[in-house]
């Protein structure tokens, strides 16, 4: 039951978008038991973002939120490969990337919870 949050200060293109979403979907995998089968994405863009003060360069914050714990190592992993993705995809220099892991110890879908 992951759900990938990700927030840039300019507009994405339809090509960001999908490529964004197809490696995301492979990304997820990283974490033991997850898969792109449950993955639910946002793609938030031209938000209003400011970093040190200032939004005059390319930034984004990606939140990743797992049903249970987040596993360490593996949070490691995601996170090189998040920022390698906004990095090479967007064009924004990877200390603008931040990434953001939250667990869920309580997650509904299909009108039950787990």
């Known amino acids: 039951m992951p759900f990938i949050n990700s927030k840039v200060n300019f507009p ?12 995301l979907g492979k990304i997820i995998t990283l974490f033991p ?7 639910m994405i946002n793609l938030d863009d031209d938000c209003k973002m400011y970093f040190a003060g200032k939004n005059d360069f390319r930034m984004a914050i990606i ?15 995601v996170t090189a ?17 931040y990434v953001k892991y939250e667990p869920c110890n309580v997650w509904g879908m299909g009108g039950y919870n787990f």
């Open 81 to 97: 490969a998040i920022t390698q993705l906004y990095s090479k995809t967007l064009d924004i220099s990877p200390d603008k990337i």
């Open 12 to 23: 994405l293109t339809e090509d960001n978008k999908e490529t964004l979403k197809t490696e």
């Open 63 to 77: 939140e990743v939120k797992v049903f249970g714990a987040v596993n360490e190592s593996a949070s490691d992993k």
């Open 33 to 39: 038991g997850k898969s792109e089968s449950h993955l």
